[in-house]
Nanobody, 125 residues
Framework: VQLQASGGGLVQAGGSLRLSCAAS????????IGWFRQAPGKEREVVSC????????SYALSVKGRFTISKDSAKRMVYLQMNSLRPEDTAVYYC???????????????????WGQGTQVTVSS
């Protein structure tokens, strides 16, 4: 199983970015993909997750209404559209797969089995 995150960059406050997570080695339908972020000196936190089967989604309160998670099952891709970005959104963003989710939504990093490399998102004020 491999996950490849991409799409990070530098953007001004109020701007938008779309992150992509490419999954290989697994079949969409049975597991959850989550986006996490980690800012310097802070713990990794869940941002959003989606079930690759029914498409159920969940968001952290800090991003609800600004971020949208989506999937393209045919391409085995998960996207995170980030709008109205704020300086506090600055972090390294990771995508991860929870192969056998035992609860919904899976919010703890320990529930995830595979991780992609991070992609840096920097929001300037």
């Amino acid at each position: 199983v491999q996950l490849q995150a991409s799409g990070g960059g530098l953007v001004q406050a109020g701007g938008s970015l779309r992150l992509s997570c490419a999954a290989s080695g697994i079949t969409f339908g049975d597991y959850a993909i989550g986006w996490f972020r980690q800012a310097p000196g802070k713990e990794r936190e869940v941002v959003s997750c989606i079930h690759t089967g029914p498409g159920s989604t969940s968001y952290a309160l800090s991003v609800k209404g600004r971020f949208t998670i989506s999937k393209d099952s045919a391409k085995r891709m998960v996207y995170l559209q980030m709008n109205s970005l704020r300086p506090e959104d600055t972090a390294v963003y990771y995508c991860a797969a929870d192969i056998f989710p035992v609860r919904w939504p899976p919010r703890d990093s320990g529930e995830y089995d595979y991780w992609g490399q991070g992609t840096q998102v920097t929001v300037s004020s």
